[in-house]
């Protein structure tokens, strides 16, 4: 069985007791995300641009504990960033798992097998290894040779000493079924207790752009992937959300089903986008306008979103909100092989995925704004564009005094003197928060971490590298010191 029974029981009371109560929006996954610091820089994933200053913050144990008992989710996913970098990670682990709280540590497994001995095996605890497909799919995804190789000894070595281990698959354009397919039979040939699958997000400072997947594409490949399974493929996820991947059933994004905290606050509105903070878990439900967000909005920003961390808690949701959603999860249980001769033929005369090229940023670099002002009537302008800004500011208010450091949030969109900026100050690390009215001038004096040209630089030793068939994993570190 790839989910404990304990575990099973446990989510299945907290979502009853939750309707039972009448709440429409709870939460069912915390993803707590302690740094945002990673030992890789995957092409498809913007969360290490940010200034140094801020990518060596850390939230406490403490701070982490207080987050949970806040929303009060009975699982917690620790995302990142890469969790095993944090410095007290072995003690927000273990604070967790005192609280019986559902842990998944998710890890690239760099460093898992040289980490092991800070955590001890528990029924509570998962490592949940970042796997993007086969070798050669995986290793260009996260922009690293030899990253699959290390994450499989890592995969190893946890098994091998007792720890509850899943896999997390992120698909994109280039993925082929077949292949994914064989990919499923070696997760399964290591000893991991589930996977879990979910179409990548078109994060809008990834620099690589291209190889997301719309909404059709995503139902035919899922369709390919999960028809006709073989039986000793386990999978750790709601069974109806697999079905949702497969086109076979629609559901709506409940982004507070997996509310994020961070080094910031509490993420509005989802793990996938950053549109401001709140300080309480109560003030992002109550001040978080959900209309603007799910595919029913309109929002572009979420048009061929179907990522688990927007629906996965929507099916757990339908599926204990009537006898008909009960059933349709225990049918999606118990038969689980899906035939499906169309689908078959389709598999067996699909094309190989194309060879991987090179990654042309061309098309998705945006400009940085370094050492351009804002003063006098255009500040509201710069207001918007600094919380978009991946990049030390130098704020001069109109008292004379001068603060730098990282916007990471604002309230509104600078044309109302009742407004605010919250700023992380550079050298103090301390948070302040500016009004509106008090603003004279916006610089933009530090690097934009997300505009692209470095990433395009990097993007072509990689390449470079590959070619001449030596090794690139120095060339992230060197991406994160620059």
């Known amino acids: 069985m790839p989910v404990p029974l304990s575990q099973m029981w446990t989510v299945a009371t907290y979502v009853l007791k939750q309707k039972w109560k009448g709440r429409r929006q709870y939460p069912l996954v915390l993803m707590l995300e302690p740094l945002y610091r990673c030992n890789l820089a995957?092409?498809?994933?913007?969360?290490?641009?940010?200034?140094?200053?801020?990518?060596?913050?850390?939230?406490?144990?403490?701070?982490?504990?207080?987050?949970?008992?806040?929303?009060?989710?009975?699982?917690?996913?620790?995302?990142?960033?890469?969790?095993?970098?944090?410095?007290?990670?072995?003690?927000?682990?273990?604070?967790?798992?005192?609280?019986?709280?559902?842990?998944?540590?998710?890890?690239?497994?760099?460093?898992?097998?040289?980490?092991?001995?800070?955590?001890?095996?528990?029924?509570?605890?998962?490592?949940?290894?970042?796997?993007?497909?086969?070798?050669?799919?995986?290793?260009?995804?996260?922009?690293?040779?030899?990253?699959?190789?290390?994450?499989?000894?890592?995969?190893?070595?946890?098994?091998?000493?007792?720890?509850?281990?899943?896999?997390?698959?992120?698909?994109?354009?280039?993925?082929?079924?077949?292949?994914?397919?064989?990919?499923?039979?070696?997760?399964?040939?290591?000893?991991?207790?589930?996977?879990?699958?979910?179409?990548?997000?078109?994060?809008?400072?990834?620099?690589?752009?291209?190889?997301?997947?719309?909404?059709?594409?995503?139902?035919?490949?899922?369709?390919?992937?999960?028809?006709?399974?073989?039986?000793?493929?386990?999978?750790?996820?709601?069974?109806?959300?697999?079905?949702?991947?497969?086109?076979?059933?629609?559901?709506?994004?409940?982004?507070?089903?997996?509310?994020?905290?961070?080094?910031?606050?509490?993420?509005?509105?989802?793990?996938?986008?950053?549109?401001?903070?709140?300080?309480?878990?109560?003030?992002?439900?109550?001040?978080?306008?959900?209309?603007?967000?799910?595919?029913?909005?309109?929002?572009?920003?979420?048009?061929?979103?179907m990522v688990h961390s927007g629906y996965e808690a929507s099916t757990v949701d339908y599926a204990f909100g009537s006898w008909r959603g009960f059933w349709d999860m225990v049918k999606a249980t118990l038969f689980h092989r899906y035939p499906d001769a169309a689908a078959q033929k389709a598999l067996e005369t699909e094309k190989p995925a194309p060879k991987l090229v090179q990654i042309d940023l061309s098309k998705t670099t945006r400009e940085s704004l370094e050492g351009i002002r804002f003063a006098g009537a255009t500040v509201a302008e710069g207001i918007e564009k600094a919380f978009d800004y991946r990049g030390d500011l130098t704020l001069r208010l109109k008292n004379g005094q001068q603060l730098e450091g990282y916007v990471f949030d604002r309230d509104g969109d600078g044309s109302s003197s009742q407004g605010r900026l919250r700023m992380i100050l550079k050298t103090t690390g301390e948070r302040v928060s500016v009004p509106y009215a008090d603003l004279e001038e916006l610089c933009f004096t530090g690097r934009d971490m997300a505009a692209g040209k470095s990433w395009e630089a990097w993007v072509a030793k990689y390449l470079a590298k590959k070619a001449a068939g030596e090794p690139s994993a120095e060339l992230v570190a060197e991406t994160l010191d620059s």
């Open 42 to 305: 995957c092409a498809g994933c913007g969360k290490i641009q940010y200034p140094g200053h801020i990518l060596k913050r850390e939230l406490s144990p403490e701070e982490c504990f207080r987050a949970v008992e806040e929303c009060g989710a009975p699982v917690v996913a620790i995302p990142g960033g890469e969790p095993l970098l944090h410095s007290r990670i072995e003690e927000i682990v273990a604070g967790l798992v005192a609280r019986r709280k559902y842990v998944y540590l998710c890890t690239n497994a760099l460093l898992l097998k040289q980490k092991l001995h800070l955590f001890k095996p528990s029924k509570y605890l998962s490592f949940s290894v970042h796997m993007d497909g086969p070798k050669e799919q995986h290793d260009f995804s996260v922009c690293k040779e030899g990253g699959y190789e290390l994450a499989v000894e890592g995969i190893r070595a946890a098994v091998a000493k007792g720890f509850r281990v899943t896999t997390n698959t992120t698909l994109f354009e280039g993925a082929d079924a077949r292949s994914v397919r064989a990919f499923f039979d070696e997760m399964m040939e290591l000893g991991v207790e589930g996977m879990m699958l979910s179409p990548g997000y078109s994060y809008e400072k990834a620099p690589d752009q291209q190889h997301f997947l719309a909404k059709d594409r995503i139902r035919q490949l899922f369709r390919l992937i999960l028809s006709n399974r073989k039986p000793h493929w386990r999978f750790n996820m709601s069974p109806l959300y697999l079905e949702f991947l497969m086109g076979l059933r629609q559901t709506h994004c409940t982004p507070w089903g997996m509310p994020t905290y961070t080094i910031f606050g509490w993420q509005k509105p989802c793990y996938l986008m950053q549109d401001g903070y709140a300080d309480t878990f109560e003030e992002l439900l109550a001040s978080t306008r959900w209309e603007k967000y799910g595919t029913n909005s309109g929002n572009p920003k979420c048009a061929n979103c």
